[in-house]
């Protein structure tokens, strides 16, 4: 089975952590605020003589550090990126982080790429195809990988399992982790009319090795309201309930995400 990285770079159970972000690298540099980790977009450090790298180098000492993708497109029928692959492979052997994870979706196919990530049909050859681009991605890496669920705006007809039951699967038969955003499972809920109080009762907790926390948005239109994960406000009061029904069932740590 993969397993996670260096036992010296774990992230503490429960610690909050923040997004590492371009205008915060001075700051952190040079007063090292009491932030127990960050989490890194792990796109955004592939350049090697990049500023991004530059400043990571400056701040990963002092720090343990998640690295979140949002590239690999591991629920597309495309192969994975070799090159995407490699250059993920070089930011984790420097900079050894504690957890790796990418998104249950896909983002592009035959070299088009769009700048969203985009659901998957909840079916049998969906799941099976997604097993197999995780269990080549921690084979390459040598490393466990967490996959988080996302947003979803559209539901598959053809879809024939609840979500939940497509993220267990996916880790009883990869065994990957789970980066579960309690964000995304309340907006999804609100939008398709699920119930997120089901989802935290299904989900298996034993793999849950990292929360995401965030603030949504609200679009009224004539016929309803439609909630957008924009990152961009306070988590909200629905969000922290699930927190609290989340920390009975884990000690995972948690990311409070604000982007905008």
């Known amino acids: 089975?993969?397993?996670?990285?260096?036992?010296?770079?774990?992230?503490?159970?429960?610690?909050?952590?923040?997004?590492?972000?371009?205008?915060?690298?001075?700051e952190v540099v040079q007063n090292k605020p009491k932030v127990p980790w960050f989490e890194v977009h792990s796109e955004n450090y592939f350049d090697e003589c990049g500023l991004n790298r530059h400043f990571l180098r400056e701040i990963a000492p002092h720090y343990p550090l998640s690295f979140h993708g949002v590239g690999l497109s591991l629920g597309s029928c495309d192969e994975l990126s070799s090159h995407h692959l490699k250059q993920l492979k070089a930011l984790i052997n420097e900079f050894q982080p504690a957890l790796i994870s990418e998104h249950l979706s896909w983002t592009g196919t035959n070299g088009q790429f769009f700048n969203d990530l985009l659901p998957l049909p909840y079916t049998e050859e969906a799941l099976n195809l997604f097993c197999q681009k995780v269990d080549c991605v921690?084979?390459?890496?040598?490393?466990?990988?967490?996959?988080?669920?996302?947003?979803?705006?559209?539901?598959?007809?053809?879809?024939?399992?609840?979500?939940?039951?497509?993220?267990?699967?996916?880790?009883?038969?990869?065994?990957c982790g789970l980066l579960l955003d309690l964000n995304n499972i309340y907006v999804n809920a609100s939008n398709h009319g699920d119930s997120a109080a089901t989802y935290l009762e299904s989900i298996n907790w034993s793999a849950v090795e990292e929360i995401h926390l965030a603030g949504f948005t609200v679009n009224e239109y004539k016929d309803g309201a439609i909630l957008i994960d924009t990152h961009g406000s306070r988590v909200h009061d629905e969000v922290w309930a699930l927190y609290r029904q989340a920390t009975i069932q884990t000690e995972a740590p948690v990311l409070i995400e604000w982007d905008s």
């Open 1 to 26: 089975m993969p397993k996670n990285i260096m036992e010296k770079n774990q992230i503490p159970a429960k610690a909050v952590g923040l997004g590492l972000r371009a205008p915060h690298y001075e």
């Open 138 to 175: 921690q084979t390459e890496l040598g490393q466990k990988i967490l996959i988080e669920n996302p947003t979803a705006y559209l539901q598959f007809a053809v879809s024939h399992m609840k979500e939940w039951e497509f993220l267990n699967q996916l880790q009883a038969r990869t065994g």
